[in-house]
């Protein structure tokens, strides 16, 4: 078999959608689950917005639900309203309102020098580290059970 490669040292929209199709279509073939979750409505949103009396946006959380997961992708705060509990009582409202959708479970990543004892407070637990990324940090996945 005759075959050539090719190093780019720039992106290739082509080439990267090209790549992610053929990954979803082994994904699909070998996991319904996978399979299921390119349905349309499978993997719901849920956006917890907060805001200050002026209508800004000061902080909240972007997490999607699917699998029985609620994956909490962003999570941040305006300094200003950071040590007030506004944060614990904003991961809670999301987990409750994961769970009512059907999440039983919760997935996130911190950093080291982010939120890991904050969520650790609110029983996470570090399932995975990889060291020393960044250099001199940590980068967690964290697990929590909601029910």
């Known amino acids: 078999m005759d075959y050539q490669v090719e190093i780019l040292l720039e992106n290739n929209d082509d080439f990267t959608t090209f790549l992610n199709t053929k990954i979803r279509e082994y994904n ?33 959380i972007t997490a999607e639900v699917y699998w029985g997961w609620v994956e909490i992708n962003k999570f941040w705060f305006s300094q200003e309203f950071r040590g007030k509990g ?33 969520y650790e407070a609110r029983g996470y637990q570090v399932v995975g580290e990889i060291k020393d990324y960044p250099p001199g940090s940590s980068y967690f996945t964290m697990v929590k059970t909601l029910i």
């Open 28 to 60: 699909d073939e070998h996991s319904p689950y996978h399979k299921e979750s390119r349905k349309k409505g499978s993997v719901r949103p849920l956006n917890i917005i907060v805001t200050d009396f002026q209508q800004q946006w000061i902080g909240g």
């Open 86 to 118: 506004i944060g614990g009582q904003l991961l809670a409202k999301a987990e409750e309102t994961a769970k009512q959708m059907g999440a039983t479970k919760a997935l996130l990543t911190t950093y080291d020098f982010q939120a890991r004892t904050f």
